[in-house]
C-alpha cells in the first residue's frame, strides 16, 4: 500500500549491536515495531510520508494512522486522486483562496467596479460556511444547505448569488479540470417572481420634479437636472447619469453620449431637442467652464465634509426625490421607477412596446441591438411627444405623427 508512517526513534536493541534499529510501520495497530525485536514499539511523533511531496508530522502513530488511511482513500476513489496542494501550508484548493484569486481576476476585467464589489459580498457570504473546506468538498449538498439558510434576503437576490456561485464554479472546473477533474456541481432551481414597483402618474411626477427643483436649485442645479433628464429621457439609468462626463454632451449636434453603459456592447446615445439642450448649456454656464474629463453631475460647493469637483454619489438624485415626495406627501416611490417606470408605463396609452424600446428606451433584445441604429427622426419625435405628455398636453399616436413627420 501506498505510503508509510516513520520515526527518527530507534530500537536500543540493534543499535547495542550496531543496527541500524529502524522501526517499521505495522498496519493499523497503532504504533510501530522493531522487526528483530517485537517487544519494542513507538506510538509517540512520527512523520507520514505519501509519495515524494507529501510529508506531515503528527504526535502520535494513531493520528498519523488516520491521515494515511485518510489520504489513502483520496488516492483510490477520488476522481482526481490525491492533491498535494490540499494539504499544503497555503491551502491553495481552499474555497477561501480560491474566492480571493477570482475576485483579484474579476478585477482586471472590463466590468464595474459595483459588480465586483457584488462578486465580493456574494463570495464572502458564502465563504461563511465554506471558508476552510476545500473545494472538492464542497458538493451539491453544502450548495442546497447554504441556500436553505435564512440569509434575510428575498429569492431574486439569491437567484443573482446563485448567478455568481455558477460564474465562480465554471472558472474553477475550467482551472482545474485536467490536475484535479472537479466537476461541475448542480445549483438548485431558485423559484422568484418581480414585484411591480410603485410608480406615480404624470401629473404626479411633474410636481414631484418641480418640488426637486424647490428645493435643491440653491444647493445645487444640477441635481433637478439630472432627475428632469431622466424623466425626458428614459433610456439612461441613474448611474449612467453619474457618470456623464462635461465632455460627452455635444450642443452643437445635440446628443449625449454614455461610453460605458450597462448593456456593455456599445455607447449609449440620447438625441436632444433643441431646447433641452439648451437647458443643460445654461445650466452648465453657471459656474466657470470645466475639463472635459469633469464629472458633469458634481457637487459646485463644500460641504458637509464633500468638496467641490466631486461626482454626486449614487444616493444623491435618489435622496433628493424622496425629500421631494415626502413634501408632497408620496411615500414609497423611489426615483428610478418614478422617472423611468412612471414614464413608460404612461407612454404606453400613445406608443406601442415595439416603439417604446426602440424609440425611448432602447432596451431590446442582443441580437436587435447589434444590428438596430436608432432613427434619429424617430428619436426626437419620440422625445417631443413625451415632454407635451409630461407637461399635460394632448396626446397622439406616435405613429401617425411620425407618418406626417414625413
Known sequence: M???IYTKQKCFECQKSLE???LKYIENKGFLQCPEHPDITWAGPCEVRFGRKHHKRFKSVKEAERHLNHIRYQADNNKGGFDQREW???QPLSFLSLREKFVTL???????SKQVQHIKRVLDEAGKSWDYMQIKEITEGEIDDFFLIDHGVGNKTLANWKTV???FWTWIVRREKRRSKIEMPEFPEIKYELEMKKIVNMEDQQYIIEEVKRISWEDNPRIWLGIRLMAWYPKVRPGEMLDLREGHVNYKDNWIVFPDPKEKNK???IHLLPEHSELIQKIQ????SALPEMYFFRHLKTKSGVK???????????KWWKKACKNMGIDGVSVYPGVKHSTVTALGKIMSPEEIQHDVTGHVSDAFKRYFLPDVKRAIIASRKLTEMQAGQHLVNISDHIKSAK
Open 2 to 4: 501506498q505510503g508509510r
Open 20 to 22: 541500524p534499529g529502524i
Open 88 to 90: 499544503a501550508k497555503n
Open 106 to 112: 474579476k478585477e482586471t476585467q472590463s466590468i464595474s
Open 165 to 167: 456561485l455558477h460564474d
Open 267 to 269: 455607447p449609449k446615445f
Open 285 to 288: 454656464s453657471m459656474v466657470p
Open 308 to 318: 467641490a469637483g466631486v461626482k454626486f454619489g449614487p444616493k444623491v438624485f435618489n
